[in-house]
């Protein structure tokens, strides 16, 4: 278990203030927050690689505030992985054991359980300005994991790599943590990673953290205007996704069921971008899959756009400019047709 | 990345030409030192022992105030790289001035700290080290005017080092020191023997700054100087030839081993 107690980190800029969190063994935690909100930074001081000005840290029930990094059993992997360029991926994995002066059998043994774990074996003499995002990153992960840390941070570790790469690591960071439970503090700051892997997340943001919870309470309760932004213009639903007998793929939540394309099955999230919607006053004929009826609730005036919160339900969150808007005279309490594609629903 | 040698416009054939005035303006008075020379009176030059000797003598000087410049600067290249603090910018401005200040200059200030009078030269005294006219004072004079080019050309290797792969050394349980030795040294390991060879050959070619403090023993430029002033230009020159020739040879070696293997 980890606990930070009121931290303060001046950032020059800004500063993070009252910084309190507690994650449990084996969590998973997610700390969400926007980009330039001090999250590599928190990270770095629960390391102990950046300076506390105030406040404490405690692992396991000790207090580590003052201990200096190499003491404290917490490994760290940065965005874009920094890895060591003068050793090869084996070099890298292996850099904490033989600080460490481990026997070489146990080298060979933790080098054989990571490159399998990670599915790594072929690149171990590979330079790392050889490898591939991907690869880099499992690298990465493994020489993080070598020294069998108390906690693992992940400093975004998702967003250095490009879309089809990042959607299978994000199952593979939840099937590894799954498998090895090593306490693990994630940031990020997207908001749909945060709701797939985090049994927690906390919203850092303007200095502090908002908001703690589990992931349907940060986005079906935001307790403040900062924690709604992140969940709002977002439509994430959580549900299943099955096949229905004539083979197609649906989406299923407590009152819907949206057409999607996926190879996943379970239960899961899905996601429609809200300016993926179009708004019409009578049924669409085209060729989207997902078409359907609902009131207009609510209207968020956001300048030369609009969010129109339509009820099915559920409520969908639907982008409209100001002049289509007017063109098609939407008003509240106004039934519409919103029409999407199945393509358009992201399943995570 | 290969780029075609030669593209023929107004603006690259001007600059060919202005770099060829210079170039040659490099390479002509040297090849033609070299070339006009008697082989024969060369080769005796070669196998004069007062040549051999101070020729010797200079690359032994100069090598020996690398290695204090490396012990000395390469902490201080670090510190200038890793961390700000108020007046920074003065003092690498000041770790420069050795460049910029006339060496005779430099080498009276020199004999004024460490002359047999100073407190430094007594203090030097009673463990034994004399700087005036000794190896140690070609040594000072050498460090003195060469010194900025090992703290400039390591603080720019270090620089290059990202700060965070010394953090994730530190979280995998290196020490402060592990991290330096194992990770930013390596990195920077070649802009700091580039940065030594450069200090070498600056030492090698000092040549007032050293005879303030030690004319004698003489060093190569002293000699072939002395004998420029007693005998005249034809008995000068061969020595000239042969300090250049070793030169040259020693930094195409040098060049070739740093450089060996940076092109994958």
């Not at chain 2, 200040?101 to 030269?121: D, E, K, N, T, Y």
Request: aromatic share 8%; with cysteine.
């Amino acid at each position: 278990m980890i606990q930070v107690k009121n931290l303060y980190v001046d950032l020059g800029d800004f500063q993070l203030q009252d910084i309190n969190l507690t994650v449990d063994e084996g969590e998973y935690f997610i700390v969400l927050g926007p980009t330039g909100a001090g999250k590599t930074v928190l990270l770095e001081s629960i390391a102990g690689l950046y300076p506390v000005k105030s406040g404490q840290i405690w692992l396991r029930g000790k207090e580590v505030t003052s201990l200096e990094p190499e003491k404290r059993n917490i490994s760290i992997v940065y965005q874009d992985h920094v890895l060591f360029p003068h050793l090869s991926a084996a070099e890298n994995i292996l850099f904490g054991l033989k600080i460490h002066r481990r026997p070489k059998q146990e080298l060979v043994k933790v080098l054989d359980w990571l490159s399998d774990l990670l599915g790594i074996a072929h690149i171990m003499d590979r330079s790392p300005d050889t490898l591939s995002g991907g690869e880099r990153q499992k690298v990465a992960l493994a020489r993080a994991l070598s020294t069998k840390p108390e906690v693992l941070l992940l400093d975004e570790p998702l967003s250095a790599l490009d879309p089809e790469t990042r959607e299978g690591v994000q199952k593979e960071l939840r099937q590894l943590h799954n498998q090895l439970k090593v306490t693990t503090i994630h940031v990020t700051h997207d908001f749909e990673e945060a709701i797939a892997l985090g049994d927690h997340i906390a919203v850092l943001g303007e200095g502090c953290i908002k908001q703690v919870g589990t992931p349907e309470q940060i986005f079906h309760q935001p307790n403040s205007e900062f924690v709604a932004h992140f969940a709002m213009a977002r439509n994430i639903f959580t549900g299943e996704v099955v096949e229905r007998d004539d083979g197609s793929t649906v989406f299923r939540t407590e009152d819907t069921e949206l057409e999607v394309v996926t190879d996943l099955r379970g239960k899961l999230h899905a996601s429609v971008r809200p300016e993926d919607i179009l708004i019409s006053p009578e049924p669409l004929r085209s060729t989207a899959r997902n078409s359907f009826c609902g009131t207009i609730t609510h209207i968020a005036d956001r300048g030369s756009t609009l969010y129109l919160t339509v009820n099915l339900p559920p409520d969908f969150i639907c982008l409209v400019t100001r002049r289509s808007c007017e063109e098609m005279r939407l008003t509240k309490g106004q039934k519409v047709y919103i029409t999407f594609k199945a393509s358009a629903v992201h399943i995570f | 990345m290969v780029k075609k040698w030669f593209a023929t416009n107004n603006m690259t054939i001007t600059f060919i030409l202005l770099g060829g005035i210079i170039f040659l303006f490099i390479i002509v008075p040297l090849l033609k030192m070299i070339v006009a020379s008697d082989p024969k009176i060369l080769l005796d030059t070669a196998l004069d022992s007062e040549v051999i000797n101070s020729i010797g003598l200079t690359l032994y000087a100069a090598l020996i105030a690398t290695v204090i410049g490396f012990l000395l600067g390469v902490p201080l290249a670090y510190l200038l790289a890793r961390f700000d603090f108020p007046g920074k910018n003065l003092v690498e401005g000041l770790i420069d001035v050795p460049i910029v200040v006339p060496h005779i200059a430099a080498g009276i200030a020199l004999l004024f700290v460490f002359g047999r009078s100073s407190l430094a030269g007594k203090a030097f005294n009673l463990i034994g080290i004399d700087f005036f006219d000794s190896i140690a004072g070609i040594v000072i004079a050498m460090l003195f005017v060469s010194i900025p080019f090992m703290i400039d050309s390591a603080k720019e290797g270090f620089k290059k080092v990202d700060v965070r792969l010394e953090k994730v050394s530190r979280t995998l349980g290196a020490s402060p020191w592990q991290a330096f030795f194992k990770i930013s040294i390596p990195l920077a390991w070649r802009s700091i023997v580039a940065g030594g060879v450069m200090m070498w050959a600056r030492g090698i070619s000092e040549f007032a700054a050293v005879i303030i403090l030690a004319y004698h023993p003489m060093v190569a430029s002293t000699l072939i100087y002395e004998r420029f002033e007693t005998y005249g230009l034809d008995y000068a020159r061969p020595a000239a030839v042969l300090l250049i020739l070793v030169c040259l040879i020693s930094f195409i070696v040098l060049r070739l081993l740093l450089y060996r293997g940076q092109k994958t």
